[in-house]
T-cell receptor, first 113, second 117 residues
Framework: TQLLEQSPQFLSIQEGENLTVYCNSS?????LQWYRQEPGEGPVLLVT?????EVKKLKRLTFQFGDARKDSSLHITAAQPGDTGLYLC?????????????FGKGTLLTVNP | GAVVSQHPSRVICKSGTSVKIECRSL??????MFWYRQFPKQSLMLMAT?????????EQGVEKDKFLINHASLTLSTLTVTSAHPEDSSFYIC?????????????FGSGTRLTVV
């Protein structure tokens, strides 16, 4: 069973601060996805990282995939209240025909104005 | 982009009745769909994998007779909560995997808030 350890679970910061969320595993993933979810809505895909060592940027968000494809991080620069939400990482299995995503436990981010 | 429509978005039902939730891929075909359950401020918990034309695969601890899944076509999967009880109240979310995409082609529905009274 593949597991993804996501930390921190809760994060409350002031507007303008920076933050990093981590997802770690002992398993290798073919890709890793980051989602943002607002209350009462389904998760919305932010980014997918596929190549080990890959770095992707989405405005103030920077995503990194570890060289060994076992871990990933999400860094937000100058957080804004609109960034508030539940952030989820999810890994897609490596090899085989099992397409189940493995989800981290999520990071509930609150950005206070 | 790929869109998954989930219906209804909210439903309130009486204890003992059954509720059906639909998950449709609107602009792509999905051999495989997934059903999740989510508690407040927590991550998604996979309930079952829905496979078109065959039986669903349930995760450990999920009652297959209570949560009936039907995936009759390449664009529609349904989850029926049978004989619902208050403890079944939750947020249910489906996702679909785009057959034509890479392994990371997953799209989520907007979820269904089920309240059993």
């Amino acid at each position: 069973t593949q597991l993804l350890e996501q930390s921190p679970q809760f994060l409350s910061i002031q507007e303008g601060e920076n933050l990093t969320v981590y997802c770690n595993s002992s398993s290798v993933f073919s890709s890793l996805q980051w989602y943002r979810q607002e209350p009462g809505e389904g998760p919305v895909l932010l980014v997918t990282v596929v190549t080990g060592g890959e770095v992707k940027k989405l405005k103030r968000l920077t995503f990194q995939f570890g060289d060994a494809r076992k871990d990933s991080s999400l860094h937000i620069t100058a957080a804004q209240p609109g960034d508030t939400g539940l952030y989820l990482c999810a890994g897609a299995p490596s090899g085989g025909s099992n397409y189940k995503l493995t989800f981290g436990k999520g990071t509930l981010l609150t950005v206070n104005p | 982009g790929a869109v998954v429509s989930q219906h209804p978005s909210r439903v309130i039902c009486k204890s003992g009745t059954s509720v059906k939730i639909e998950c449709r891929s609107l602009d792509f075909q999905a051999t495989t769909m997934f059903w999740y359950r989510q508690f407040p401020k927590q991550s998604l918990m996979l309930m079952a994998t829905s496979n078109e034309g065959s039986k669903a695969t349930y995760e450990q601890g999920v009652e297959k007779d209570k949560f009936l899944i039907n995936h009759a076509s390449l664009t529609l999967s349904t989850l029926t909560v049978t004989s619902a009880h208050p403890e079944d109240s939750s947020f249910y979310i489906c996702s679909a995997r785009d057959n034509t995409g890479a392994l990371y082609g997953y799209t989520f529905g907007s979820g269904t808030r089920l309240t059993v009274v």
